[in-house]
């Protein structure tokens, strides 16, 4: 049968249209590991509050751990199947890249050197923060310039040490760092009085002072930020479906708290009108199937752990011990920084 040139041009444009159709992804070596062991190994801080620390009872509560438990929840289907690795500043990254651990939610910044050179992938901020100083209030200090010539107790390791030294060079100022291998002691000989100084990302600065001292009110935060330290979970290069499914894992927290869709309200919200809030919850079009994942991967993150705005109150905001304000950690529809790629 002899077909017209009509009918020829609309069969090369069917067949076109369907070789652009998404196949689902195949699942990658991490995702098999993971489902095989029943675990996502999580590397976490040793315990710094508001980001991955050990509660009262025993539980891992923070940002970091509840991406953690998204994850968890969004592949394994029960957020409770995460193995935590603590792990300090100088250690943190060997795991990772030795395959000991799954994905490193442990308040790490992402710079080009790690991300370029270490064998990692930083799959999206989950908090934009910066460096800063605390003082005690006895000292007088009200403002970084007071602190030329100073002793400031900084631990190693971190970008923190390396953006002391290049602040103060770039100010044509002289400072005096005093550099600890952990955590602990940097902050014992800070508040043993051998350093005028103590500096970090603020967020940790605000978690220390609330939990590390008797009367928070003797220690102050200077206003000053000297350095941008956007935080957030990294994967091992070389498995492009892992790295994937953490990051469309965080941005579906950002984009529920745009969407309005919170821990309480998902299950109802399936049957939304919204195009947009179907996709995101698996009501409409399989976005699972694109991440070797099935429909409803969102769904259950979103209900194990609440929409990233949730996450940010109980942990860090205005929930938490720490009422840090939102800041650049708010929504872009509210001059923030929060920003999700679409889910469609």
């Known amino acids: 049968m002899k077909l017209s040139p009509l009918r020829c041009a609309l069969l090369v444009l069917a067949g076109a249209a369907a070789g652009f159709a998404a196949p689902a992804a195949h699942a990658g070596k991490t995702l098999d590991a993971v489902r095989q062991h029943g675990r996502v190994v999580c590397g976490v801080s040793t315990g710094l509050p508001g ?3 050990v509660d009262s009872k025993g539980n891992w509560v923070g940002l970091d751990t509840d991406v953690c438990r998204a994850l968890a929840a969004a592949v394994l289907g029960d957020a409770g199947k ?30 080009l050197t790690r991300d370029a050179s270490m064998g990692l992938h930083f799959a999206a901020v989950t908090y934009y923060d910066g460096q800063g100083f605390m003082v005690a209030k006895k000292s007088k200090v009200t403002n970084v310039k007071q602190l030329k010539g100073a002793e400031i107790c900084v631990q190693s390791g971190t970008t923190t040490e390396k953006n002391l030294t290049d602040y103060f060079r770039a100010q044509g100022m002289k400072a005096k760092p005093v550099v600890f291998e952990s955590y602990e002691a940097s902050l014992k000989a800070f508040f043993s ?8 990302d603020v967020s940790s600065l605000a ?26 979970p990294a994967v091992r290069r070389g498995d492009d479906e892992w790295f994937a499914i953490v990051k469309w894992v965080v941005y579906a927290l950002i984009e529920a708290e745009e969407l309005g869709v919170t821990q309480a309200n998902a299950e109802s919200l399936k049957r939304s009108a919204n195009p947009a809030v179907q996709r995101l919850l698996g009501g409409a079009e399989d976005m699972g199937r694109l991440l070797g994942l099935d429909k409803e991967w969102a769904y259950r993150a979103i209900r194990a ?18 009422k840090l304000p939102r800041g650049s ?13 679409p889910i469609r």
Not at 193 to 200: I, K, P
Not at 312 to 319: K, P, Q, S, V
Request: hydrophobic share 35%; charged share 20%; aromatic share 10%.
């Open 51 to 53: 980001f991955s620390a």
């Open 82 to 111: 995460v193995k935590w690795t603590p792990l300090n500043s100088q250690q943190r990254f060997t795991p990772l890249q030795a395959g000991e651990i799954d994905v490193l939610s442990r308040n790490t910044t992402w710079t």
């Open 193 to 200: 009085g051998r350093c005028q100084a103590y500096t970090t």
């Open 207 to 232: 978690a220390i002072r609330d939990k590390e001292v008797k009367n928070p009110d003797d220690y102050a935060i200077l206003p000053e930020l000297i350095s941008k330290e956007p935080l957030g």
């Open 305 to 322: 752990v609440g929409n990233y705005g949730e996450i940010f109150d109980r942990n860090l905001g205005a929930n938490s011990p720490l």
């Open 329 to 341: 950690n708010q929504l872009w529809t509210k001059g923030g920084l929060m920003y999700a790629p």
